[in-house]
């Protein structure tokens, strides 16, 4: 899904945006229809989220700073005298900053009545799952690093776990991890 479609769509006025402070960002959103005070975890973790599906991870940084704005900020229209890239928005007013936010997920596997593979923030997944393996930015190609995590998450879980474990396809590992390259916290 572009940036784009997600705010044309999906965003209502309510919700809370975030976006890397970076080229080639993609925006991440949470979603807010009750119009709560949002906990201070779920935007640091929304953050680490920004951040770490960015291009600053292809570029193989440790962090980069990301900003929270209101939909009302976020505009295709440019001033008088402004310009604004194709596919790129104009963010008016104050951003609530997140600065220096690390880059850095965890991939792992959810079991129930079955397997299901998660990626995001650690903290999100660890809520979910013993079963993870944290990574970082680093020098493995996306398919070695899938690898990497699942003989990770295989050496710490149990017999029964680890049978199921072991039928995840790399590919499906893949789709949670950035793109560029990274390695096993």
């Known amino acids: 899904m572009t940036n784009e479609i997600l705010i044309k769509k999906h ?19 949470v979603k807010n229809p009750s119009s709560v005070q ?4 779920t935007l640091r973790e929304t953050a680490q989220a920004a951040a770490s599906y960015s291009s600053a991870w ?12 209101k939909p009302e900020q976020v505009s295709k229209t440019a001033e008088s005298g402004e310009y604004i890239p194709k596919g790129g928005f104009m963010i008016r007013g104050h951003k609530n900053w997140f600065r220096d936010t690390s880059l850095r997920l965890a991939v792992g596997f959810e079991i129930a009545e079955g397997i299901r593979i998660i990626g995001g ?5 660890n809520a979910k799952t013993k079963h993870y393996a944290e990574i970082v930015p680093g020098n493995l ?16 879980c149990g017999k029964d776990a680890g049978q199921l474990i ?10 949670f991890i950035p793109g560029g390259e990274g390695r096993i916290a």
């Open 11 to 29: 965003v209502e006025s309510n919700d809370l945006i975030f976006h890397a402070d970076v080229q080639g960002a993609p925006f991440f959103v």
């Open 38 to 41: 949002v906990d201070e975890d």
């Open 58 to 69: 292809k570029r193989g940084v440790g962090s980069c700073d990301v900003y929270q704005v």
């Open 121 to 125: 923030p650690v903290k999100s997944i």
């Open 141 to 156: 190609k996306s398919k070695e690093l899938a690898i990497e995590v699942k003989n990770e998450v295989l050496k710490k």
């Open 166 to 175: 072991n039928k995840a396809s790399i590919e499906d590992i893949q789709k």
